[in-house]
């Protein structure tokens, strides 16, 4: 029936990843699997696969996060991915394939000492297979907007709010250009933008040395090679001084905003908008079917609450993207006591 394995084959993996969401998830690429070995995390790419035609039906991105005490927990980034019909299978061997990627999933933490294994389904109707994990806050957004860039680009410009098409004008009249960044003083300029935004508006940014492995392992090792690029570093600039910049990950069918700060001094020019309007434009040019804003939380709006993610919110929501929602973020206690003694720790601190 069915069995499971770890695959090794990079091509084989990104193309069941792609083919089993309508948004194609980077975070259970290949190339993020690659990235967090950089960071010295343990990956597993584990598949459940048809026994004898080895077809994939369930794969899974699993990374180790370490934790104190030698404990450590199983991390599954906007997984894991299903690839079957839905027709033509049914709940139970739905739940049999579940579980046979969880027996493994338990061999694994025995071997790494791993209390939980932390689940982020992409699928709303296999949402009925967590109904005994524990709900968590999401640590990636559950709430995004895409664009459809299959649409013509007049008709995206059109269906934008009336105030963000006017300040993609306006940063183009004052004379903003954008730049795609290709080399160490670049990704600096983009690190250095990402400390200030964070201390201005108080949210916590990752250490510079993530941003620098993440930018060596999938864009300096590619920098000449914009088609078939993972990410790039686009840049904001006017007179020689850089006003904006964001970082932009390209995965099968689907481009997303991942990072992006810009100087405050320089707030009037409007370069975050022109800056998306160049991405979207090189993202449709490039035949990527989609583009993914990365988080919005939509409550702050419809109850008119005012922070610095109502800020974010409204500006993405100007683009006119459609909203998409996730099913949530699910643990699986695999050491209960050590797993309650996480929680009670997490509620403490």
Known sequence: M???KEINDLSKW???VIDSTKLSQFLQSWEWGNFQQKLERKVWRLAVVTTKTEQIVLLALIIKHN????KSYLYCPRGPLWLINDKKIDQ???LRIYSLFIEQIKKISQQEKSIFLRNEPTQTKIKQLFINQQQVKSRQPANTSVLNLQLPKAQLLLRMHAKTRYNIHLAQRKGTIIRIGKNQQDITCFINLIKQTSQRQDFCSYQNDYY???ISQLILTNANDFKHCFARVYLAENNKKILASNLVLFFGNTVTYLHGASDYQYR???APYLLQWQQIQDAQQLGYRYYDFWGINPTLIKYGFHNRWSGFTRFKLGFAGQEIN???TFDLSLQNIWYKLYCLAKKIL
């Open 326 to 328: 996730y099913p949530g």
């Open 67 to 70: 934790l104190s005490l030698g």
């Open 2 to 4: 069915y069995s499971i």
């Open 92 to 94: 139970q061997k739905k």
């Open 268 to 270: 009037n020019l409007m």
């Open 212 to 214: 620098q492995q993440l």
């Open 14 to 16: 990104n193309q069941a």
